[in-house]
């Protein structure tokens, strides 16, 4: 039982780093597409217009301040919870 607990401990633990790299790239990219409307939809962007651009701003802002942020603690919550199991596994696996 112990060989097959370590093989899966170790495709849990690539899993984590998997994520672990995966996360801030997706983060990085939402703050990068939110700055790039922003500067479309500004003042002196191509698709500025009164009506539009206020909306897009407020959009923006959820973004960054919503989902951004639900999405960091969601990623770390995420990688806390494949640690927990994987460490549960393990102390099981010694105990039994």
């Known amino acids: 039982m112990a060989d097959t607990v370590n093989l899966q401990a170790s495709e849990y633990n690539e899993l984590l780093q998997t994520l672990k790299s995966i996360h801030p790239d997706i983060i990085q990219k939402l703050t990068q597409a939110v700055k790039e409307i922003r500067e479309l939809t500004g003042s002196s962007g191509s698709f500025q217009t009164e009506t539009v651009s206020p909306k897009i701003a407020s959009l923006m802002d959820a973004m960054n301040h919503d989902l951004i942020q639900n999405l960091e603690k969601l990623f770390t919550d ?15 696996d010694t105990a039994c």
């Open 78 to 92: 995420s990688e806390a919870s494949i640690e927990k199991f994987t460490q549960t596994i393990s102390n099981c």
